[in-house]
């Protein structure tokens, strides 16, 4: 017997709204439909009516985790555009930022896992270290997540000798914890039986579905935007791309776990080798028509922005794709024919952002706030009819959902 | 590893007269221009030749007269952008999803926020806008604008 | 003084008074043990170093809304979380504390009271599924059949874990098991295996880490008690506090060598016996995950239950060699 469970939009297993529905045969899951739209906020058309320092504010605010790699990738975009080349100090420190949130993001996303598969003291102890990150950002930024530190041209803050020691000192005690959960994380077998064979993607189904990030990592593919299509300074630094032939979750989590080995690695070598100078070179304020591509490796995937600007001080189209987006199609495969309990955890190992994933024109706000009045009206209408005097004749009504 | 000039050698000698133009804007940035009609046909080729199998995303500008539609593709050491023009009047497209399966939540965003009609979807439900979103308003058209509407506070002034 | 005796043995020790307050105290050692093993601190404000925080979590439900699903039976959905903390309450009365004389066979202490504690700690997992049941929810359907699945995979281990130290003792009464036991306290030794699968089986029937997965949070919103709020809510989180308690107090009577030695004494020994238990209940959720239903079935019946078999045997045969 078959029948549909919905899951989400409000679900406590989703961090934000998006809408499964799945059709069910006892606990196996035959099918799944996915319905996005919930956190619209219709950037790309905004964005077309901000100047480009304004811009950079607003796509900080695509994302909360992932929030630096938004403005990297559209300051890299923007400078091609302006034919400028940024200053040298600032790209480190620029760098700097972008694998301190890397680490910060996949040690959220370990918690993350180990709470969706019951496992809650491996929660309690990464986002324990996660605190750690998120001391040295702040130290260096002022915020602890959207830090506000690119601009065209380089960065607005510097970061002085009593500043690098102390990351230096940080990396040592993160390196030792990473470490042990990479024990933990292959070899608790609880945690392991709970991971194993969940959720696979065959090799050539990522590559047909376009999977991005540790999602095509894990299934054997050793692509990395870092190392294919080196942005930045990534071509002088040193560091691995990690895969895993698992193809599934667990293979998932050990992807993230090197990574993170990896980002402390680059992070230690960009300490050691900042160079003098000024940290950022002056942009102009109106671009001339011109068209850029740029790509950046967020840490959920491959972030991509195509910017074309028409002459004037705003933008003529952004183009937002972020990751999480590119992992839907292979998410759907990736839950046919496998059980209810697992539904969280699939879901979850793809690390979703689904406030990125979603930017195009506003309609309505999640939740209640409804700002189109004929939806409200709709709403009312609705409302009226459900709680009506006459319930005993229990009329089914259709939710437009 | 080849390089980009070399790619873009192959393909004017291979597929040439299919092709309108081929550029190079920047390192590992190679930008294609095809018509609509050989748009599957300029896929399949990049794709079996140098294994061009991420495609990033769909972009779409409207250009006033025309849309202009640039499909990113990209493998393990370059990229390349193909780009099709499609007129106002009459937009529509090929599918490409029997090349690159995983196009088909691209083509189902361009569907809704441009009104175009992508023939051969296999599946056309729309995919970011709201059930009761009217029909025959596409947001990223040029002349699609936002009016904020006039807050009512219930109950209140 | 005859009758003042049950009066106290029901509503004051080891009756309601009692389990409530120390129900509520065993639940804050579970919590701050769980956080200080996870480098947190715990309930910390609210009394002295967090101590009343289970007290205050079960007042703040008592004042909230009450909420019952339209098409759900009114009638059996309220009385469900009452008759379940009365089923614990009265198992509660058969634990050997006091009040019991092994040579006369009084209402609280009777040879098969071993088999009746152990129906009345089943009950709360029936009325889980009845929970469920009549919840009309889907979430708290598939919940309900979750908690039927486990108990077809921990109830005959645990049963068949808690016969031998009454085989070896050669008795169904729990007062006399507990005395051969305090007798013999080198006995204790054989039964270690069926103390470790009875220890086990305990952490599936109060369904807590790797075991919870009738109301596990993330997959199933809350499992079998997901309609319930308010009174009802405080009601079935008293009864998992109570059922705490008791399963461990039954697994320290019946393993352990009990609460011989009186009022006072027996007493002392419930608390260190049961704080004992209950630290080992803590330590295996703090370090496990939670397992899928089907590799916990697989698991009681490919590990638990011939352990406990085993544990059989060797009480047999070192019965047969006793007698000899």
Known sequence: MEFTVPIGPQHPALKEPISLRMTLEGEVIKGVDIKLGYNHRGMEKLAEDRSYIQNLYLTERICGICSFSHTTCFAQGVETLMEIEPARRGLFIRTLVCELERVHSHLLWLGVAGHEAGFDTFFMYTWRDREIVMDLLEMISGNRVHYAMNTFGGVRRDIDELQRKKIADSLDTLTKRTEYYLKIGSSEPTFVARL???????????????????????????????????YGIYAEIPFEVCTSDLCDVLGRVVVRINEVLQSYKIIDWLVKNLPDGPVKVKAP????????????????????????????????????????????????????????????????????????????????????????????????????????????????????? | MISDEQIMAQIKSDIGDKIADITIQAPRRIHLHVKPENLNMALAYIKEKWAFTLMSTISGVDLGEQFEFIYHMANLYTNINVRIMTPRSDPKVPTTTGVIPG??????????????????IPDSRPLLLPDDWPQGEYPLRKDWKWERPVEVIPGGK | MATIKPILYF????????????????????????????????????????????????????G??????????????????????????????????????????????????????????????????????????????????????????????LYL???????????????????????????????????????????????????DIPHAETELVGG?????????????????????????????????????????????????????????????????????????????????????????????????????
């Open chain 1, 285 to 401: 304020r109106k671009v001339k028509p011109n068209e850029a591509v740029s790509r950046y490796e967020a840490p959920r995937g491959e972030n991509i922005h195509y910017i074309k600007s028409n002459g004037s001080d705003k933008p003529e189209r952004l183009k937002v794709r972020a990751p999480t987006l590119a992992n839907y199609p292979a998410t759907v495969e990736m839950l046919k024919g496998q059980f209810i309990a697992d539904i969280p955890l699939v879901f979850a190992a793809i690390d979703p952002c689904i406030c990125c994933a979603e930017r195009m024109v506003e309609l309505r706000d999640q939740g209640s706030e409804q700002t189109r009045i004929v939806s409200f009206a709709d709403l009312r209408r609705l409302a009226a009819q459900y709680y009506s005097v006459d319930r005993l004749q229990h009329k089914e009504v259709e939710w437009p959902l």
């Open chain 3, 161 to 211: 874990a808690i016969l031998s130290p009454a085989v070896l003792a050669d008795s169904w009464r729990l007062a006399e098991i507990q005395k051969f036991y305090s007798q013999h306290p080198l006995l204790i030794l054989p039964n270690l295996i069926g103390f470790a699968v009875a220890v086990v089986a305990l952490q599936a029937k109060l369904e807590r880490v790797p075991f």
């Open chain 3, 64 to 157: 909230k809304e009450d909420i019952v699903p339209e098409k759900a039976d009114k009638f059996m959905f309220s009385a469900l979380p009452v008759i379940a903390l009365t089923a614990v309450c009265t198992a509660a009365l058969y634990l050997p504390v006091w009040h019991y004389d092994v040579a006369r066979i009084t209402y609280n202490s009777f040879p098969g009271d071993l088999i009746v504690l152990a129906f009345l700690l089943t009950l709360p997992t029936i009325i889980y599924f009845l929970a469920g049941w009549h919840s009309t929810n889907f979430f708290s359907t598939i919940g309900g059949v979750r908690v039927l699945t486990m108990l077809f995979g921990y109830e005959v281990p």
């Open chain 2, 103 to 120: 196009a088909i939540l691209y083509e189902r965003e361009l569907q809704d926020m441009f009104g175009v009609v992508v023939e051969g």
């Open chain 1, 196 to 230: 194993a064979g969940v959720g696979p993607l065959p090799k050539q189904m990522a590559l047909d579905l376009c999977a991005v990030g540790p999602t095509l990592r894990a299934s054997g593919v050793p692509s990395d935007i870092r190392r294919d299509d080196p």
């Open chain 3, 11 to 62: 509503l004051v020790y080891p009756g309601l008074m009692f389990l409530f307050v120390y129900s509520t105290f065993v639940e804050w050692v579970d919590r701050k043990l769980y956080a200080r093993m996870q480098n947190r601190i715990g309930p910390l404000h609210t009394g002295r170093s967090g101590i009343l925080q289970p007290v205050a979590d079960i007042l703040k439900l008592l």
């Open chain 3, 224 to 324: 079998t008690l997901t309609e319930y709020s308010g009174k009802k809510l405080a009601f079935f989180r008293l009864m998992a506090d109570i059922e705490m308690v008791v399963g461990s107090g039954f697994l320290a009577a019946v393993f352990l060598g009990g609460f011989t030695g009186g009022l006072w004494i027996g007493f002392v020994k419930f608390i260190i016996l049961t704080l004992f238990i209950v630290f080992i209940l803590a330590t295996i959720r703090t370090v496990c995950s939670r397992i899928r239903i089907d590799q916990m079935v697989v698991f009681s019946w490919r590990y638990l239950a011939p352990l406990a078999v085993l544990q059989l045997l060797i009480a047999i045969i070192l019965k047969g060699s006793m007698k000899v």
